[in-house]
């Protein structure tokens, strides 16, 4: 399996895994009031019913939009209220399907670089013309460590912080906005086509050069996947903790190791810097997009009315 997939495949393995044992103990839908809300997050809920609607249809409009409700993967059955992200199997377990798949398209190319094996500098542009022939296998592998670094510590993290379940909903949801990074940067990798740095120069062998591989340097996969993990990371911890100074530290720790695994790339002649700025830029993006999408069934709403004033802890299932 290519490495930038390898931690997200491992946490979506986890999580399938648990689905089974969170549904099985998950509490079930209930009938909800008449006049509560319809919602996507709660589709069992149906509009409020004119008076003179016949109880029979109203009922069978509940029986509808029960048969029509996504499946919730509770993040913790034995606490309900625990504010973990919501998920669905129908949505989420199909989004990381996706995901794996496109982020492996890049195993499909078997065409060398239009250049190989040795390219001429002159056609880039001056920040990447600085590290055009950088080859270095030892400053590769330490931007493999540092991305199953970031990778493992986001998972132990929430998994410290949450316990098992709600740790693996949140982990899932990293996973994703990782696996949704790589998949981003393979297509984008795909259609660029652009020679790697160590195809401007004679360092590396010439098997490497004449490789597949070689022709993928637009945008950087590890760099894109490191920071998704971490600002996926620091945006859930956001969430958790909102008065905490915890979340800021995450982000710090783990934008520094993000930006390890894009300096080793492209020290190791594996990426230019624009490659490894295009990857930044997009694994932020998508580190922010992909949670803000999911909501915990946990919300605090505000109570006013008739002698009340306060706030109320709604749950959705």
């Given at each position: 399996m290519h490495t930038p997939t390898v931690v997200c495949s491992a946490l979506v393995i986890a999580w399938v895994g648990s689905v089974g044992i969170a549904r099985a103990e998950a509490p079930t839908v209930q009938d909800a009031p008449n006049d509560a809300p319809t919602s996507a997050a709660n589709p069992s809920v149906i509009a409020p019913p004119s008076p003179e609607a016949p109880p029979q249809k109203v009922e069978d409009a509940k029986r509808t939009a029960k048969a029509a409700a996504l499946t919730p993967i509770v993040p913790s059955p034995k606490n309900p209220l625990h504010?973990?992200?919501?998920?669905?199997?129908?949505?989420?377990?199909?989004?990381?399907?996706?995901?794996?798949?496109?982020?492996?398209?890049?195993?499909?190319?078997?065409?060398?670089?239009?250049?190989?094996?040795?390219?001429?500098?002159?056609?880039?542009?001056?920040?990447?013309?600085?590290?055009?022939?950088?080859?270095?296998?030892?400053?590769?592998?330490?931007?493999?460590?540092g991305l199953y670094a970031i990778g493992v510590g986001a998972a132990t993290l929430l998994f410290v912080d949450e316990g098992?379940?709600?740790?693996?909903n949140d982990a899932?949801?990293?996973?994703?906005?990782?696996?949704?990074?790589?998949?981003?940067?393979?297509?984008?990798?795909?259609?660029?086509?652009?020679?790697?740095?160590?195809?401007?120069?004679?360092?590396?062998?010439?098997?490497?050069?004449?490789?597949?591989?070689?022709?993928?340097?637009?945008?950087?996969?590890?760099?894109?996947?490191?920071f998704a993990i971490a600002t996926s990371t620091f945006v859930t911890m956001r969430r958790l903790h909102p008065r905490s100074n915890a979340p800021w530290i995450v982000m710090a720790v783990g934008g520094a190791m993000a930006s390890f695994v894009g300096a080793a790339r492209?020290?190791?002649?594996?990426?230019?810097?624009?490659?490894?700025?295009?990857?930044a830029v997009v694994g932020t993006s998508l580190g922010v997009l992909v949670p803000s999408l999911h909501r915990s069934p946990v919300a605090i709403v505000p109570i006013a009315g008739d002698g009340q004033r306060g706030i109320a802890l709604s749950a959705r299932f």
């Open positions: 504010p973990a992200f919501q998920l669905y199997a129908e949505i989420d377990l199909p989004i990381l399907g996706i995901g794996i798949v496109f982020a492996e398209a890049r195993l499909t190319r078997t065409q060398p670089a239009f250049c190989a094996p040795l390219c001429d500098p002159a056609g880039l542009n001056a920040i990447d013309r600085a590290t055009a022939g950088y080859w270095s296998p030892g400053w590769q592998t330490a931007s493999d460590y098992f379940l709600p740790g693996l899932a949801v990293v996973a994703e906005a990782g696996l949704a990074a790589t998949a981003a940067a393979t297509v984008m990798t795909l259609a660029a086509g652009r020679p790697r740095p160590y195809l401007y120069g004679d360092k590396a062998p010439l098997s490497d050069r004449n490789s597949a591989d070689a022709g993928l340097s637009f945008l950087s996969s590890h760099a894109a996947i490191s492209v020290l190791g002649g594996m990426h230019f810097i624009t490659d490894v700025v295009g990857g």
